[in-house]
């Protein structure tokens, strides 16, 4: 049962939810990755997600599907960058449910990842649109909505990583999964948690999820890309809204004090740029026998070093979420 459906039996008849994976995600100290005060552990959501894709983008489809089948929507139509995991997850799990996925897609820099990720996008059977630019996007939705309707139903639209109200309880969900491993001895509660921020769901929810867990931890989002709003006002804005989303199905809590904050420290030229310090993230994190990729995880990981070394995280331990989930 999800720990969503514990925390607030009423929930469990009014949000309805699928496993897609097998949680709890492992969590172990990676001492070789502290570059400061501050000892370091690895949450792995990698290994989320037992459709042939893992990775936080499965955690929001729990949520997101059964929602797609109550409504009896038979497409759903979502938008990301070439590379984009959110398409490839959302691809893979909804045609498992037997629901179509279309995609309209912006350029991003093409490398050996985007490419072995559109490989898997033309395999996945998605239906994939090449509209280049976020303003072209949004002049070819009203086309795209029409293209995509069937028989008077009209697709399920979801925004950029699947980052809705909705979708966003998946990282609500790890929160308290993650109070449940420290309650457990797993682990030792987080002064701080870091996670790349792309379309902010992860961020959002899991601050959330702490606040109604209990737990003294603050977020910190990585921000990956300028495309969206992911500034503190816009990402508590969306776990607001998540919340009164938890409200109208029959939860009750009080207002949550949400402990988070957005650093643009580590973005550089731009979304799938490169920068010498998420490079040497990436290689410092492969002698500790942890696969980064260069998009979302290595700036994350780029963060933790920078903001442990620099003593900003204090000395209660870090968690780094691995995000990533090719399997
Ligand atoms: C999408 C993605 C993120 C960003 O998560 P958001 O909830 O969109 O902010 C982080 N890491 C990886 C690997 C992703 O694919």
């Not at 909804?94 to 490419?115: C, E, K, N, S, Y």
């Amino acid at each position: 049962m999800p720990y969503l459906h514990q925390w607030s039996p009423a929930l469990g008849e009014t949000l309805p939810h699928r496993a897609l994976g097998t949680g709890p995600t492992p969590v172990r100290a990676v001492p070789g990755l502290a570059s400061g005060p501050a000892a370091v552990w690895l949450k792995d959501e990698s290994s989320f997600g037992d459709g042939g894709w893992g990775g936080n983008k499965v955690r929001k489809l729990e949520w997101l599907l059964p929602d797609v089948e109550r409504r009896r929507r038979p497409t759903i139509l979502t938008f990301g960058a070439l590379g984009t995991n959110w398409g490839l997850a959302t691809a893979l799990y909804a045609r498992d449910a037997g629901i179509a996925t279309a995609l309209a897609l912006i350029d991003q820099p093409i490398d050996a990842h985007v490419r072995r990720q559109l490989e898997r996008l033309d395999a996945s059977g998605a239906t994939i649109h090449r509209t280049r630019t976020k303003g072209r996007t949004v002049a070819l939705a009203p086309w795209l909505i029409a293209r995509h309707s069937s028989r008077f139903r009209p697709p399920y639209v979801l925004p950029a990583g699947g980052s809705s109200p909705l979708g966003t309880l998946g990282y609500v969900e790890t929160a308290l999964e993650i109070a449940a491993q420290v309650e457990a001895g797993d682990l030792p509660e987080p002064g701080h948690v870091i996670v790349p921020a792309g379309s902010g769901g992860t961020t959002a929810g899991l601050a959330l999820g702490f606040a109604l867990a209990g737990l003294s931890t603050r977020v910190v989002g990585v921000v990956v890309t300028d495309q969206l709003r992911l500034d503190r006002e816009a990402m508590g804005r969306l776990a607001d809204k998540s919340a009164a989303l938890l409200r109208r199905r029959g939860a009750t809590f009080a207002t949550p004090r949400l402990d988070f904050e957005m650093t643009t420290d580590q973005l550089g030229p731009g979304y799938g740029e490169p920068t010498p310090e998420s490079t040497a993230a990436m290689e410092r994190a492969s002698t500790e026998g942890l696969t980064l990729e260069p998009v979302y995880t290595a700036k994350a990981m780029a963060a933790l070093l920078d903001m442990n070394e620099r003593g900003d995280l204090g000395d209660r331990p870090v968690l780094f979420l691995n995000t990533n989930g090719p399997r």
